[in-house]
């Protein structure tokens, strides 16, 4: 179950986001579900022309991110080797979207390989919480997010954005209902030398109640996100 959920979501932000130019995704052309605010992300991780971006499991943000940091910039999609085993379609879509937007640079090394260095912003959607899980085995999430501090030059950014779990519940609900708790993720980062630089509740739901998956079709698009963007110390 968790296999084919995890390939339709991918797959459907990569084909919907090939099908959108450039110009498209970052102005918020309807082609891309208004619910994921894809501009105002952008503009909250505050990336100007010419930066390097990693793109942990690169998704509908790609073309977005390649679009903003132009050609003088280089966005790397990180599919990581255990969702390339899982699901190699994937990586022959996210290929094909860099084949048109040269500037995206594709891997699938293991998700514990080192960034590459002197990154201006990490960006992980949605797949934080799957860090924890066992289809992401093995990664250390504390030496993961310090190979992100690390690979990041001084005043860079780590944005995490991903789906709110009940208060509390730690890392409880990562498996089935594909959440985490804000208050750990804020925990794991500020553990590996990060400051807390923003956060934004413009994806955010009161009406969600945190209970269910987020694939429900009552909440899908529309559950309770938290983001946050963090800062390397200068």
């Known amino acids: 179950m968790r296999t084919s959920l995890i390939s339709l979501l991918l797959a459907v932000s990569i084909v919907t986001e090939t099908a959108a130019s450039p110009q498209s995704a970052q102005s918020g052309d309807r082609t891309l ?6 501009p105002a992300v952008i503009a909250f991780i505050g990336l100007k022309k010419g930066d390097k971006v990693a793109d942990i499991v690169g998704n509908h943000l790609t073309a977005s991110l390649a679009w903003t940091v132009g050609p003088t910039g280089t966005v790397y999609a990180i599919e990581t080797a255990q969702v390339a085993k899982l699901h190699p379609e994937l990586i022959e879509r996210i290929k094909a979207l860099a ?5 995206i ?3 699938d090394e293991p ?16 797949n934080y ?13 504390a030496v993961f997010n310090k190979d992100v501090f690390a690979a990041l030059r001084p005043g860079g950014v780590y ?17 089935k209902l594909h959440r985490i708790d804000p208050a750990r993720v804020k925990f794991d980062v500020l553990a590996a030398g990060f400051k807390l630089d923003a956060e934004s ?14 694939f429900d079709p009552s909440v899908r698009s529309h559950t309770d996100q938290f983001l946050f963007r963090f800062k390397k110390p200068m």
């Open 33 to 38: 579900d208004p619910a994921w605010k894809v």
């Open 99 to 103: 084949a048109r937007l040269p500037n």
């Open 105 to 107: 640079v594709v891997s």
């Open 111 to 126: 998700v514990a390989t080192p960034l590459p260095a002197g990154l201006d912003a990490v960006v992980i959607r949605q």
């Open 129 to 141: 919480h799957d860090l924890y899980d066992k289809h992401m085995a093995p990664v250390d999430v």
């Open 159 to 175: 944005v995490v954005l991903d789906h709110a779990a009940l208060a509390g519940s730690g890392i409880g609900a990562t498996d």
């Open 201 to 214: 509740s413009m994806l955010a739901n009161p009406g969600d109640d945190h209970t269910k998956s987020v």
